[in-house]
């Protein structure tokens, strides 16, 4: 039997805008913008792996707002 993951009630696999968890024959698949990142045997494995990205992915975006302007980028950004 092939191993291919099963759509969903949207009638398909992933939409392309976040992280979504399918069934994938007696496993369960986790994929991000249609790419699989990783297939777990149980159901709470994949719910706790899609929470770890979308905690490291919140941390960073939150790293990016906190980052102050470098010395190299003002100059880049300056207009005379």
């Given amino acids: 039997m092939s191993r291919s993951p099963k759509s969903n009630e949207k009638g398909g696999i992933q939409d392309g805008k976040r992280l979504e968890i399918e069934k994938w024959d007696r496993n369960f698949a986790l994929y991000e913008n249609g790419k699989l990142v990783c297939?777990?045997?149980?159901?709470?494995?994949?719910l706790e792996v899609k929470r770890r990205i979308e905690e490291l992915k919140a941390q960073i975006a939150e790293a990016r707002k906190e980052k102050p302007e470098s010395q190299?980028?003002?100059e880049a950004n300056h207009v005379e």
């Fill in 39 to 46: 297939v777990t045997v149980y159901k709470r494995g994949a």
């Fill in 72 to 74: 190299h980028e003002k």
